[in-house]
């Protein structure tokens, strides 16, 4: 799927147009495509929209790449923790991430600093232009942080659909023939309803790794403190 916002409408019209009547998602979360953030507020106008934490750190990433940094990032204990606590910051309270931001800028690694002029300039408020106010981030705070997500269970990133993603690729890989396309097609479905109708009925689905639902737990044990 290409990422041109002609797609992204032709893909919310059809979700649109196969919903129950008055129904439709309450949240959703995607990577940071302005397409994609710029049809939810007209297709979606009521829905929550949220950046998923992962992209919102390999963008910051990306951007260490483009400074000539990344050595740096790994071989400077000092200089790593500078920029993680940038993705730190999706854990605080939303109305704090200014305050913390600006502390954590008193005390960070001197190399760190034009990563935090991008990371200020783009995902907390905004552009600072001469004898003119600071102008909005293009990815403000609420769609990026993540702590109601944490205490209310929910995803902090897309993972599970780029895991579908993946899967959906092993099971429809080029140059697959009609009958094993059609095959794998129909047990997907009953896959699908099977997992739909366990959801419905209130039972729970097939249950996460240990390690994982561990580091969770550990990880909104820390966010509520």
């Not at 829905?47 to 990306?62: E, K, M």
């Not at 990815?139 to 702590?147: D, S």
């Amino acid at each position: 799927m290409d990422k041109e916002r002609a797609t992204y409408e032709k893909l919310f019209r059809e979700i649109i147009d196969r919903l129950p009547e008055g129904q439709g998602p309450e949240i959703f979360i995607s990577d940071l495509e302005l397409s994609v953030i710029s049809c939810l507020r007209v297709f979606f106008p009521n829905i929550q929209h949220r950046v998923c934490l992962f992209h919102l750190c390999q963008a910051t990433y990306r951007r260490l790449q483009e400074e000539g940094l990344v050595n740096l990032y790994k071989g400077s204990p000092d200089f790593k923790l500078s920029v993680r606590k940038l993705w730190a910051l999706a854990f605080v309270p939303q109305d704090r991430v200014l305050q913390h931001f600006l502390e954590l800028g008193e005390t960070c690694h001197e190399q760190a600093v034009r990563v935090y002029n991008y990371f200020r300039e783009f995902y907390v408020d905004g552009r600072r232009a001469v004898g003119r106010p600071r102008a909005s981030a293009l990815f403000p705070p609420p769609l990026w942080n993540v702590r109601e997500r944490v205490l209310e269970g929910l995803p902090r990133t897309t993972n599970s659909c780029e895991a579908y993603n993946r899967r959906l690729g092993t099971l429809f890989a080029k140059h697959t023939g009609i009958t094993a396309f059609l095959t794998n097609y129909r047990k997907e479905c009953a896959r699908m309803d099977g997992l739909v109708a366990r959801k419905v009925a209130g039972r729970r689905g097939p249950l996460r790794k240990k390690a994982d639902r561990e580091r969770d737990e550990r990880i909104r044990t820390i966010t509520a403190d």
